[in-house]
Structure formats: structure tokens, C-alpha cells
């Protein structure tokens, strides 16, 4: 009676452990961080402009998301999303202006009208601009390709004159 009981416990506990062993995998699985980065274009990026979108990742989640959010999908009516952006991409280049010096006025992004200021980020230099179009641009499925920061500087320049 005692080894059928033992026996009994035995595979109750071995149940509960494989249970307990998958609950413990799936919290320790992929964030909605590395999801995010499986829908990317950084795979067709060369060496530079990966580096260049990883870079663009972290200056992203420092200076963009707040408003933009986490998966470049906006905030309702009030922030235009980034993801599939027929705005951005229709303009890629010329965001760097928008990055550096903020933008005002009404905008049209998939249809929707946006009027809410977009924030300067002055200290940004042309680099970390190009790092960030590089990963908007080629993240949450928009597929620009890598910006340079010779193109940010070319951007910058023609509206300084």
C-alpha cells in the first residue's frame, strides 16, 4: 500500500514540476521587446546600417516612444503612429528636420490628421539622427533602408539656407 501511495505522490509531484518547469519558460520567454524586433527590416540592412538601427533602438526608446510608444503605433489621435507611416516614408530624409527642430501644424498620416507639436530634440547630433531614421524607418514593417548621416547633414543644411 505504501509503494502504490509513494508511487501516486510520486507522479503528482513529477506533473507539478514539468507544469511549474513550463510556467517558468513561458515568463522567461521572448518580451514584447524582442517580438518587436523580429518585425523589422534589419536583415536587409548591411553592417553599417544594423549598427546604425541598433543604435537607433536605444536613442528610440530614450527620445521617441514616450510619445510614439513601443511599437511605433502612436497614441490614439493624439500622436501619429510611425509604424506603416505613409508620412515617414514618404519623407524619410526630411524627418531629420522634424527630429531636430520639432514640427508644427497639421499633418495627414494614413488618412488621420494630427495637429499635436512635435518637441525639438536640438542636441541630437547627425548621427544619432541617422541612427534613429535608420531603425524607424526598417522596424514594426516600414522598409526604407539605412540613412546616413551625410544625407541627415544634406537635410539639415538646405534649411539652415
Known sequence: MTSKYFRQNMRINIIGSCLLLCICLAACGPSDKSSSDSNNNAAALDNKERQYFTNGRNLYETYCANCHMEQGQGLGQL??????SDFLLAN???????????????????????????????????????????????SWGNTHGGVTTEEVIEVLNQQAN
Do not use: C, H
Request: charge should be positive; proline fraction near 11%.
Open 92 to 138: 524619410v530624409p526630411a524627418a531629420a528636420r522634424w527630429i531636430k527642430n520639432g514640427l508644427n501644424g497639421k499633418i495627414m498620416v494614413n488618412g488621420k490628421t494630427y495637429d499635436q507639436p512635435m518637441p525639438a530634440n536640438a542636441k541630437l547630433t547627425p548621427l544619432e539622427i541617422a541612427e534613429i531614421l535608420t531603425f524607424i524607418s526598417n
Open 79 to 84: 500622436i501619429p503612429p510611425l509604424k506603416n
